[in-house]
């Protein structure tokens, strides 16, 4: 039986533990060539052990632009592009309103707001046309939890994200450019103009374009 993910490269961000490194193992399984990330070298060593020869570990903190730069580079070099991007590092730790420190904060929105924002965004130029973008949320995102309203806060922002991204980058593949429209009116069998023109305006066009992405 034919592999999913054949041929496929795949990045998967916080992949040396949990959700990423599960991920990673059945990307792997599934024919793609993976490249994971984390801080902890040997926790990255273990997990490459685990993933199988199709793996590459590049050490990295999510929260830091630098690093991020510094991974995409190492793909380009290896890999050249990335068809699954799977940004899924992830912080939490608990916050009571009223005990909430700005080292909390900056630290929870640093690498789950900000640190996923980056990641998606510096890799645009290396996706390639029908890449697939995974964002981890979570179901902390539209409930409320005692003590982890920060951690909460920055899945939401995840969520929202996703829902504007879809948007953004829906003319990347197959979805046509906003381009202005020439108006024909097709001629009725009489030979006399029909009243409606056949092809749609720009403004029309756009708006079919919105529906479409947001469905
Ligand atoms: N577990 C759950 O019940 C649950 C539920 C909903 C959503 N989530 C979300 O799922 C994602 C993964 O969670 P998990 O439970 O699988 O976590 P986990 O088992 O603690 O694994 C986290 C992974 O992310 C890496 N990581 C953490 N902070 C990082 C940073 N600043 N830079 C780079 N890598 C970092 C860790 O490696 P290093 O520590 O070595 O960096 C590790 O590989 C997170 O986004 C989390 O919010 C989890």
New binding site residues.
Partial sequence: MSKKLEGKIAVV?????????GTAKRFAEEGARVF?????QA??DK?VAAIGSNATAIP????KLADIDRIYAKVTALAGRIDVLFV?????EVGTLGEITEEHFDKTFN??VR?LLFAVQKALPLLSKDASVIL?????SSIGIPSFSV?NAT?AAVRSFARSWILDLKGRGGIPRLRRQRVRHRRRADGRRRRRPVLIGRAAFRDRWLAEAAE
């Fill in positions: 961000t916080g992949g040396s533990a949990g959700i990423g490194l994971i990330t984390g801080r902890r926790e990255l997990a990295g903190d999510a929260s899924n590092a992830g912080f939490y690498t789950n640190g981890t949320g979570s179901i902390a951690y899945k």
